[in-house]
């Protein structure tokens, strides 16, 4: 599974990440908000732990901002203010959930599982197309070298990879994956496809996914390979 965690206190930041770790999550750390930002241009994610208060953007504009591109990954708001009115501004802007500092580590890692609790679309071990293949162990995208991916991106990568012969439409993607997520959209969507896309190149696989925005995608081989 892979976190985002954006915490601008240094030493609670470490003492997360590590927690995060020794669980077998992949993290990467922020430490303030135009950082967080940044992580989430490039990657996409199971979960997002955001501080509130931080510098440079702080954890309300990061959701926001998260929430108007339409990535629509659980997010856990970590906050010293308890206040009630705090807490309705937070779960109003698109926040999934909330937990005031102190937090004690049990109820963290609770909150976590609550929000990327799976369920499989598909039982498999392995898919294999051509030298590209994936893992349901360790959620891997693998040909020349290997990647890992979130839920969502794994989810995706499977409709994709077991229906070859066909182009699957957004609509149905968004039911097959997102299913009743009012966040994701179109726009949700086509992140995804731009994520897997670039992952695909990262491990030198053969293959592509084809499509455009709003339209229909399949995994194809890259032409001139």
Not at 51 to 79: F, Q, W
Not at 104 to 117: C, P, S, Y
Not at 169 to 181: E, F, M
């Amino acid at each position: 599974m892979k976190v985002l965690l954006a915490e601008d206190t240094r030493d609670l930041n470490r003492s997360v990440t590590v927690l995060f770790q020794m669980q077998g999550y992949e993290v990467d750390s922020a430490f303030d908000g135009e950082q967080a930002l940044d992580f989430l241009k490039n990657d996409s994610y199971d979960c997002v732990v955001l501080d509130i208060m931080m510098p440079k953007v702080d954890g309300y504009g990061v959701l926001a901002e998260m929430r108007r591109r339409h990535i629509s990954t659980p997010v856990l708001l970590l906050t010293a203010k308890a206040e009630i009115d705090d807490r309705v501004t937070g779960l109003d802007a698109g926040a999934d959930d909330y937990l005031p500092k102190p937090f004690a580590v049990k109820e963290l890692l609770a909150r976590i599982r609550a929000l990327t609790r799976r369920r499989n679309m598909d039982d498999f071990e392995e898919l294999r197309v051509g030298d590209t293949v994936l893992n349901a162990d360790n959620y891997t995208l693998s040909s020349a070298n290997s990647v890992r991916l979130s839920n969502k991106e794994f989810d995706l990568m499977a409709l994709l990879m077991s229906n070859t012969d066909i182009a699957l439409s957004t609509d149905y993607l968004l039911d097959r994956v997102w299913k009743h997520d009012e966040n994701a959209h179109e726009d949700t969507v086509w992140l995804y496809i731009s994520y897997l896309k670039r992952k695909l190149q990262a491990i030198n696989s053969s293959y592509t996914i084809t499509g455009s925005k709003g339209e229909s995608f399949q995994l194809a081989e890259v032409k001139g390979q």
